[in-house]
């Protein structure tokens, strides 16, 4: 029901920044609880970020607290990841994330297809 596209990966140096976003159709978009998720090269997909509907911030993986933050903008449908101070390890790809609860503890339902973020040294 819920169609999640992300857009804005691509190659960066590290120390650089990049922004992700994800464009939402098919649902009501201020009830629905946004998540980044990322999957590094073999590695199982680990939660980067969520943020409520209505744009509360649930949490941050610890690896990226400080250089990352989540936003919405539920007038366009829309959720971001600005991530600065890149690093190489930050290479992964990276995806959006819905669900339709606003429990932390709960399973994502949706998923987008994902965007390649790679940082060069």
């Known amino acids: 029901q819920v169609q999640l596209v992300e857009s804005g990966g691509g190659l960066v140096q590290a120390g650089g920044s990049l922004r992700l976003s994800c464009a939402a159709s098919?649902?009501?978009?201020?009830?629905?609880?946004m998540g980044w998720f990322r999957q590094l090269p073999g590695k199982e997909r680990e939660s980067v970020a969520g943020?409520?509907?209505?744009?509360?911030?649930?949490s941050y993986g610890d690896s990226v607290k400080g250089r990352f933050t989540i936003s919405r903008d539920n007038a366009k449908n829309m959720v971001y990841l600005q991530m600065n101070s890149l690093k190489p390890e930050d290479t992964a790809v990276y995806y959006c994330?819905?669900?339709?609860?606003?429990?932390?503890?709960?399973?994502?339902?949706?998923w987008g297809q994902g965007t390649q973020v790679t940082v060069s040294s």
């Open positions: 994330a819905a669900k339709s609860d606003g429990f932390w503890y709960s399973e994502y339902d949706y």
């Open positions: 098919g649902g009501t978009f201020r009830s629905l609880t």
């Open positions: 943020i409520s509907g209505s744009g509360g911030i649930i």
